[in-house]
């Protein structure tokens, strides 16, 4: 064998080695996942703080709660630069429009990852903020099987298998009493691409509205990208069908299926796993579409004009005791409704939840703040 052959033979390696140190270096560049990661959780809660009930024409009792869900574009440098002052305007209407009173009631943000982008979630001064998986977090329930050959398949110049460099970037805010909550990643060989890098997953919390006689409760969840993964779309779908199977693990763990619910979610538009799991099998789930002007409509999971109109999408189910209805929904900070502040549009969703004016409240575990 000549010098040519051994160098050819020996660069590989060379490459692979100058990887390694790049992605070590890039990895040592990003921001700590323990500063970035803000967390709040309320001991009591604040009756003046509360959506006010009202009687409805048939006599029901009900509540407003204005749900915003954003998708931030939280990446660190070198993934995003320039981002620090679209977060602040962020963080600055989300404050302005608490400190005037108009909401949101409940703020759902993905892909926050930056301290200037879980700052977002301080800023309305929300008594409990909830992050999801936390960098670190390891998934406590089953995964789900994955297809034969899929793990073997990995590619690590593709961001897989070299562990999670970043937590989930989800966050969920409310002042409404906060009775049980739960975080939980997706398996750590359940994704595909770059996305493995996240520590993406899912995250849930059981709420209570005083005065009604049944809990609400709130999923959120971040799935697999397709193109941006970087991988074949075939291994791209098939880690989506793996996260809605491992997502619907957890909403069996907060008994979604008898109960009310609004479930939030970057889906990724409509993908492989949206065809099947909890939400496409149960009757009573709907999306809470986009109708004429700011109207909403009920839509079916497989209503494609509803996935069409928002890249983001927030679901619901109602109850024997709750009824969960969507009045308005809106995508905000698009270009049209304000400046565009990130990659993905802000979706504004009003629901009315009302209940029978004969049916006892619900006693609430997290007693009233002193005056």
């Given at each position: 064998m000549d010098r040519t052959d051994r160098r050819i033979r020996r660069w590989p390696w060379v490459a692979a080695a100058l990887l390694l140190g790049l992605a070590a270096a890039v990895r040592a560049i990003l921001p700590d996942g323990a500063a970035a990661r803000v967390e709040r959780v309320a001991?009591?809660?604040?009756?003046?703080?509360?959506?006010?009930?009202?009687?409805?024409?048939?006599?029901?009792?009900?509540?407003?709660?204005?749900?915003?869900?954003?998708?931030?574009?939280?990446l660190p440098w070198p993934i995003r630069s320039g981002r620090d002052a679209k977060l602040a305007r962020m963080a600055d209407w989300i404050a302005k429009?608490?400190?005037?009173?108009?909401?949101?009631?409940?703020?759902?943000?993905?892909?926050?990852?930056?301290?200037?982008?879980?700052?977002?979630?301080?800023?309305?001064?929300?008594?409990?903020?909830?992050?999801?998986?936390?960098r670190d977090h390891a998934r406590h329930l089953p995964t789900a099987a994955a297809p034969a050959g899929f793990a073997a398949a990995a590619d690590w110049r593709k961001g897989e298998g070299l562990g999670k460099w970043l937590d989930g970037g989800l966050y969920?805010?409310?002042?409404?009493?906060?009775?049980?909550?739960?975080?939980?990643?997706?398996?750590?060989a359940s994704c595909a691409g770059y996305d493995c890098l996240a520590n993406k997953g899912s995250q849930a919390a059981i709420v209570a509205i005083p005065g009604a006689p049944d809990v609400l409760r709130i999923f959120n969840t971040h799935r697999n990208a397709r193109e941006p993964s970087g991988v074949p779309v075939a291994r791209a779908e098939t880690a989506h069908a793996l996260q809605t199977e491992e997502n619907d693990l957890i909403l069996q763990a907060i008994r979604a299926d008898g109960g009310a619910l609004i479930a939030a979610g970057d889906f990724n538009n409509y993908r492989a796993g949206d065809r099947r799991g909890f939400f496409a099998e149960d009757p009573g789930f709907r999306l809470a579409a986009k109708g004429r002007g700011w109207k909403a409509r009920p839509a079916a999971i497989?209503?494609?004009?509803?996935?069409?109109?928002a890249y983001d999408l927030v679901g619901y189910r109602s109850s024997d005791t709750l009824?969960?209805?969507?009045?308005?929904?809106?995508?905000?900070?698009?270009?049209?409704?304000?400046p565009r502040l990130s990659d993905h549009d802000a979706q504004y969703i009003v629901f009315r939840i009302s209940w029978a004016a004969d049916a006892p409240p619900a006693p609430v575990a997290v007693k009233p703040c002193p005056a």
């Open positions: 001991a009591c809660h604040g009756p003046a703080a509360q959506p006010r009930v009202e009687t409805l024409a048939d006599g029901r009792r009900a509540v407003r709660l204005r749900v915003l869900l954003w998708n931030v574009e939280g429009r608490r400190a005037a009173g108009l909401g949101p009631d409940i703020l759902i943000l993905h892909k926050a990852f930056t301290p200037d982008a879980s700052r977002i979630a301080l800023a309305g001064d929300f008594r409990s903020v909830l992050p999801g998986p936390a969920l805010a409310t002042d409404l009493p906060v009775l049980a909550r739960i975080q939980l990643p997706f398996g750590a497989t209503d494609r004009k509803a996935w069409d109109d009824r969960v209805e969507p009045l308005a929904v809106t995508s905000l900070f698009d270009g049209k409704n304000g």
